[in-house]
């Protein structure tokens, strides 16, 4: 038991938020809505819970008063925390049962997965974009298992 209640209670756009959110400084609701390629209202509903629940706050900057930029609050930045820690041992105890060989395969199919999982939800043209151009801004997306 590591005391991980808070992070075990996030929905997993919540807890992919809070990621984006800590290692995106400057971010906002609609920088949000697109690296998760959610919907800018489903945005608006979450980061009201992560700010409810008193993770985030929102805050204006003095350069654009028309954007709220996201913030984690210590709590969140203490949750955050928490969830790395987690995810650490995760990988710690699955990089503990495969050998180098079965870790080195592992990640090739993983970033396989995540480049080819990364297709807008609306396409303007009936065309798919060029897998290699769709850029994945889910950072849990963006771990690697053999590091």
Known sequence: ELG??????LSSSETCALLLIDSHK??????IAQR??????S??????????IGLVTRQTPKCDRRKYQ????????????????????IENRIKATL???EI????????????NSNYPQKS??????NRKEVKNEIPSAKRHVAS
Do not use: F, M, R, Y
Not at 104 to 115: F, M, R, V
Not at 124 to 129: H, M, R, W
């Open 70 to 89: 996201i913030c984690l609050t210590k709590k969140g930045k203490t949750v955050v925390g928490k969830i790395k820690l987690a995810t650490n041992l």
């Open 104 to 115: 080195e395969i592992l990640h090739s199919a993983l970033e396989k997965i995540a480049t």
């Open 99 to 101: 050998s180098d060989t």
């Open 4 to 9: 991980l209640q808070e992070p075990a209670d």
């Open 124 to 129: 303007t043209n009936n065309q798919k974009p």
């Open 43 to 52: 945005i608006v509903s979450l980061i009201d819970e992560l700010e409810k």
């Open 36 to 41: 998760l390629h959610l919907a800018p209202a």
């Open 26 to 31: 400057d971010i906002n609701q609609i920088n």
